[in-house]
């Protein structure tokens, strides 16, 4: 059995990630705590909605109900990016060359990292956005569908059209497919080529949480009693295929997943806190946390992969570390 290192907070986890090797834990009621030499936390935002690490990995994006876009580094310095007054900030991404994009409405918002913004408006509210791998473009997941922006240009959007409430959204590594969460329980997938549908349904709940192998050729996601993992190895992605089912669970649902950042293995969080690790090619399985207080609400690996940070919905947090 690995071992834990745990830290009991008080409320909702929305972020669990590292910066360097420090981890750090971001909570609904505005703080963040970190493990550095001993317990440390910051109050950057009244009510925190959001929260990403950057993607050089040494700062952690945050959005708050006070309309406050944050920094915070390793060491525990805060930076104020953006200020919205009197509006709310229910998502945010983190993009290449210190940009990061944020959406409050119906309005999604790139900062660039000279400080300049770039708007784009939808007609409906804006519920989730990623950066493209390369290049300053964004989708914004919505209702009826996803946009694709270049946060550099004016040219009009690449709308992505299929009729219901779309929750979130990702790029595939490699930059060829869009992936969204629906509000009904499925994914959604488009090949940017030529625009072709990709449905991945089945799912018992709501998909909350994707996360793609090291490699790019698989889709972690929860939303059953077992993380489905759907092959994106052909040019049809996941159609016509059967996905993985890792981690099978009667008595419990997958709430959170997040693969390992170089080996075909997949941190699975469950609805009674557990968490177990699987891997894709025997779909062996590795006990890493017994059940908790509260659903696993939060995943992430450290660089090396040898610490995954944890965060439940009711401040039940910790470390997994496999490196003993």
Not at 172 to 201: I, T
Not at 239 to 255: C, W
Request: charged share 20%; proline share 5%; with cysteine.
């Amino acid at each position: 059995m690995p071992t834990i290192a745990p830290l009991d907070l008080e409320g909702h986890c929305i972020a669990a990630d590292f910066l360097g090797d420090v981890p750090f834990f971001a909570l609904a009621d505005g703080s963040v705590h970190w493990l550095d030499h001993g317990h440390k936390s910051a109050e950057p935002h009244d009510g925190l909605l959001c929260a990403t690490r950057d993607l050089q990995g040494d700062g952690l994006l945050t959005g708050g109900e006070d309309g406050k876009i944050c920094r915070l580094t390793a060491d525990g310095n805060t930076e104020t990016l953006a200020e919205n007054p009197g509006k709310w900030i229910n998502c945010i991404a983190a993009g290449p060359q210190g940009a990061v994009a944020y959406a409050t409405g119906r309005t999604a918002i790139v900062r660039r990292s000279d400080g300049s913004f770039a708007e784009f408006q939808e007609q409906r509210t804006v519920e989730g956005l990623a950066f493209a791998p390369k290049g300053l473009r964004i989708a914004t997941a919505r209702y009826n569908g996803v946009s694709l922006h270049w946060a550099g240009a004016s040219a009009p959007p690449l709308d992505l059209e299929w009729k219901g409430a779309h929750t979130q959204v990702v790029f595939s590594p490699d930059g060829n497919y869009v992936v969204s969460c629906m509000q009904e329980n499925a994914l959604h997938g488009w090949r940017l080529k030529d625009g072709k549908h990709m449905r991945m349904s089945g799912y018992p709940a709501k998909v909350k949480s994707t996360s793609w192998s090291a490699k790019g050729k698989w889709l972690a996601s929860s939303g059953a009693p077992a993380a489905i993992v759907w092959p994106f190895t052909g040019k049809d992605g996941p159609m016509g295929k059967a996905p993985l089912e890792l981690g099978t669970r009667g008595d419990s649902m997958v709430t959170c997943v997040a693969c390992h950042p170089a080996d075909d293995v997949v941190a699975i969080g469950y609805s009674d806190g557990m968490i177990l690790a699987a891997r894709f090619s025997d779909k062996k399985e590795g006990l890493l946390r017994r059940g908790g207080k509260g659903a696993v609400t939060c995943l992430n690996w450290n660089k090396k992969g040898l610490q995954l940070a944890f965060g439940t919905e009711t401040g039940d947090c910790g470390i997994v570390d496999l490196s003993a």
